[in-house]
């Protein structure tokens, strides 16, 4: 801290002890811990700018400065009567998106307080995640029936996809370049998909069509339980993370496995993030521990150890985002 | 909820601070025989916590200002009293309260459906995907800290109350006796989780020693050291065992204590064993410690046997510190065998540094060292025979010896100029 925010790591973790820490990355060391009063914590995001942290609890969203040592949060997104599961930001940092056990999708206008530009899209089953296009145009909602929903912002158009016939969604990630889109769900399959942006209408008033999807693959991923999938920042990789205590490494050239992450006391996996570089992985874990993984080696870089209880969420940028 | 304008409250209340301000305990006798007024505390029951169940005579959970029965609770350490439970809440929650003012509360708003399209357009219009290639910054710190050394204690990290919110924490200033005493004049304030174990807190210790970069290094792991409780400057008191590593940090209160190291594990007290163990049993790490370890003023305890002129010897741990040397009986040998051969009137003895005079080592079999000492009862010269293996000897001799020499008193050089004399007189007759 104290540097430029263009050089600023921050890793933040949190899960069932109702709190939320931020680490020294390359050190291992905990710099500071944050209340996270009367709720487990379901999934961390930071802001576009890298100021503020969100953190996505039992009927509410929290914002946490990131530059300071106050162990409160400075706002308090509420009025949403279940959990909420997702949380994540328009690039810009116009808006943020939000799904949850309500049956529903939202986005909330961060500019004013009184959320002017407001959406909701609802479902027939709880969310289970929520995944942005790097379009900024489209919210892919996945849900415990085991459908993604495809919404378009814009138009209000969606479209349905079940891969799988009574399997929850459990995660959903797009690549940055989007050519390609995985989803797994809670058997430890993952279906990834490729992409072909919508074209523009000649008119160019009404915006353009979906993104196309063609199934590409189907992963028998893990045994047990599928918790998160996410394409590392340069393509490469896909990571799928389980019940199975491990977190897979799949080449995005030709979807076989590249390597498991594993260790003796590891537990469920329950989120993963990479470097800017795609070099390290990040994985947060039921044995109170999140962790550090060259992935070059296989090899566990650092631990990061201090949470009381299962850590099921993790918060990471690695320099400018 | 029930607050100031509940009459029932506030009498309970105020009894309860009677009750439990007095230390007399008139007040409780006093009390005890009269009650609150039935119409009110019904009323008041009611206020508070609407139609209850009247049946319930003492509120429970919330209810614990009302419960007669608060004496000090078992993380209460000494004579303190604790404050009132009630004054106690009324600032937490005037602290909550103080909280959740600083924290914006934004509350959803069911979406405006007329929302325009030129707003939909300009907000959620689609971009075009660019792919960037950014550089990592944890990749260039990893590189720049590779040569950092990982320390062997960081599993205790978790452990540190200052990372932890709400769990109840004990803050204790850790005396290192490993470090030189200009360095211990600065003990290290930690920060525990009261439900730590002991060892937990040493291996806290020594991972916040390693990061903060003291010397000198530590090295081996929890076991190799030990929580003393520790004197007003800083010395660690032997005269109480080292704190029991599996028992919880809560347990105690002491504000002050110091870490030493220690050359076994710990071991359980063994039955029918006369050579029992303890973990004061602080000696130098290795003979090329020698040097550092010995050459200072820290303290450190030997094992011996003291030699009596007509019955046996005595087990005995010589302790050596900057200000004095103490003997005393091994504490715990106490099977029947050590019993037998130890006499019962040796009490632990506690030499001044000042009347200490010499230390040689004796050519006798088995080896053994005398520590010269003048008697200030009696008048005269005496000394103290310890038997031990050579190697203990050897520490003994040159951990007396440096500290005598920068703290030797008027004994010393009275005696120096006494043996001088002795030994020039001998050459002349000879």
């Not at chain 1, 942005?132 to 996945?142: D, I, K, M, T």
């Not at chain 2, 400057?233 to 065992?241: I, K, Q, R, T, V």
């Not at chain 2, 002491?254 to 870490?259: G, H, Q, V």
């Not at chain 2, 290795?286 to 010897?313: A, Q, W």
Request: aromatic content about 8%.
């Amino acid at each position: 801290m104290g540097n430029n925010s263009g050089d600023q790591v921050i890793l933040a973790t949190g899960g069932y002890d109702h709190s939320i820490k931020f680490w020294q990355a390359h050190s291992g060391v905990c710099t500071r811990t944050v209340t996270h009063p009367e709720s487990q914590v379901n999934a961390l995001n930071i802001t576009p700018d890298s100021q503020l942290l969100a953190a996505a609890g039992y009927q509410h969203i929290r914002m946490y400065e990131i530059n300071s040592s106050n162990p409160n949060p400075i706002v308090n997104y509420e009025g949403i009567s279940r959990n909420v599961t997702a949380v994540g930001f328009h690039e810009d940092g116009h808006w943020m998106y939000t799904g949850g056990e309500d049956c529903s999708a939202r986005v909330w206008d961060l500019r004013t307080r009184n959320l002017q530009c407001s959406r909701i899209f609802q479902v027939t089953a709880p969310v289970n995640c929520v995944c942005l296009h790097p379009n900024q145009g489209e919210l892919l909602v996945g849900d415990q029936s085991g459908v993604i929903h495809i919404w378009d912002l814009r138009t209000d158009h969606n479209e349905q996809l079940i891969p799988e016939q009574d399997a929850s969604i459990q995660d959903i990630s797009i690549d940055s370049s989007a050519n390609f889109m995985a989803a797994i769900n809670n058997k430890g399959n993952c279906y990834v998909w490729s992409l072909t942006p919508g074209t523009k209408l000649p008119d160019g008033e009404e915006g353009s069509t979906p993104t196309q999807l063609r199934p590409k693959s189907r992963l028998l991923a893990h045994k047990r339980y599928g918790l998160k999938c996410k394409f590392s920042p340069d393509a490469k990789y896909l990571a799928t993370t389980s019940a199975d205590q491990t977190a897979k490494l799949w080449k995005t050239s030709d979807f076989t496995l590249h390597s498991t992450l594993q260790t003796e006391n590891q537990r469920w996996v329950w989120d993963i993030a990479f470097s800017a570089d795609s070099q390290y992985a990040i994985t947060a874990s039921s044995d109170n521990t999140a962790r550090l993984w060259s992935i070059e080696t296989s090899e566990i870089a650092k631990e990061y150890i201090g949470h009381q209880k299962a850590v099921t969420s993790l918060a990471f940028q690695d320099g400018t985002p | 909820m029930a607050f100031y304008d509940n009459k029932y409250w506030i009498l309970s209340h105020v009894r309860n601070s009677f009750l439990y301000s007095d230390d007399t305990g008139m007040c409780e006798m006093i009390l005890q025989n009269t009650d609150i007024p039935k119409n009110i505390r019904e009323e008041g029951k009611k206020l508070w916590f609407g139609n209850l169940d009247d049946s319930e005579e003492e509120f429970d959970d919330d209810g614990r200002i009302h419960t007669r029965s608060l004496g000090n609770g078992n993380d209460d350490f000494g004579t303190r009293r604790r404050r009132l439970n009630t004054v106690v809440r009324l600032e937490k929650m005037k602290k909550e309260q103080q909280a959740a003012a600083m924290i914006s509360t934004i509350r959803w708003k069911e979406p405006d459906l007329t929302i325009l399209d030129e707003e939909k357009t300009k907000w959620f219009a689609k971009k075009e995907v660019v792919f960037q290639n950014s550089k990592s910054v944890l990749a260039r710190l990893m590189a720049e800290h590779a040569s950092d050394p990982d320390s062997p204690f960081i599993e205790y990290a978790k452990f540190d109350g200052n990372s932890q919110l709400r769990a109840p924490i004990r803050t204790i200033r850790i005396f290192l006796s490993m470090q030189t005493t200009q360095e211990r004049n600065f003990p290290m304030t930690v920060s525990v989780i009261a439900s730590a174990k002991v060892s937990e807190l040493i291996g806290l210790v020594c991972y916040k020693y390693s990061q903060e970069k003291r010397e000198p290094p530590l090295s081996g792991t929890v076991d190799n050291y030990a929580l003393f409780i520790a004197e007003d400057d800083g010395s660690p008191d032997a005269d109480f065992p080292c704190l029991e590593p599996k028992e919880v940090v809560g347990k105690f209160g002491f504000t002050s204590l110091a870490l030493v190291r220690s050359t076994q594990p710990p071991k359980e007290v063994k039955k029918d064993n006369e050579t029992t163990k303890t973990t004061d049993q602080v000696i130098a790490d290795k003979p090329d410690d020698r040097g550092t370890v010995l050459e200072s003023t820290d303290y450190h305890s030997f094992k011996g046997f003291l030699l009596h002129k007509v019955r046996p010897k005595t087990e005995i741990t010589l302790g050596i510190s900057w200000d004095q040397v103490e003997i005393k009986p091994c504490p715990t040998s106490r099977s029947v065998t050590t019993l037998l051969w130890s006499r019962p009137n040796l009490k632990p003895t506690r030499l001044p540094i000042e009347v200490i005079v010499d230390c040689v080592p004796l050519q006798t079999v088995p080896a053994s060292v005398a520590i010269m000492y003048y008697d200030t009862d009696k008048r005269k010269w005496r000394r103290l025979r310890i038997e031990c293996d050579i190697k203990t000897i050897e520490q003994i001799v040159a951990k007396l010896k440096f500290i005598l020499e920068i703290r030797g008193g008027l004994y010393r050089q009275e005696y120096l100029h006494h043996m001088s004399y002795v030994s020039k007189k001998a050459s002349l007759i000879r």
